[in-house]
């Protein structure tokens, strides 16, 4: 019969390896935890906006008729139209360049954010654990 190795407290490696193990558990639970909040924010969010442009959506035909209804009293039907035409181009064109500037400044995507610390916590345990003995499993 063969005994398996198992790492004793004596093992620098262990101990290492141990804290490595439990403290990438709890970031990953600590990572999650925090996505699964943002995640729930952002659908709460998502679905509040949806529903104002629904609202815009029924809201935008009305006002766009007042408009040229109005202009129509000053000036020909055509050009009153023409000129409301214009006016929400000119607002389309302007809020779709606001939305491609705030795009490019966007903040990194969650899950870099949340890999962060687990990272740092790993190179810290990288830089505190004992001398190489040349008995460590080598990658290929």
Known sequence: MSKTHRPSSQDPGS????????????????????????SRDAGAAQGR????????????PALVVAGVLGLAEVMPLWAAVLCVASGLVLLGVGLGLAG?????????PVGQQ???????DAEG??????????LERRGG
């Open 49 to 60: 906006l949806s529903t104002a442009g629904l609202v815009f959506i029924w809201v935008l």
């Open 114 to 120: 949340a890999w962060r610390p687990l990272r740092a």
């Open 125 to 134: 345990l990288d830089k505190s654990r004992p001398a190489s003995t040349g």
């Open 15 to 38: 101990t290492a390896a141990e804290q490595l193990t439990s403290l990438s558990r709890t970031e990953f639970v600590l990572a999650r935890t925090w996505l699964h909040g943002a």
């Open 100 to 108: 491609r500037s705030r795009s490019r400044v966007a903040n990194p």
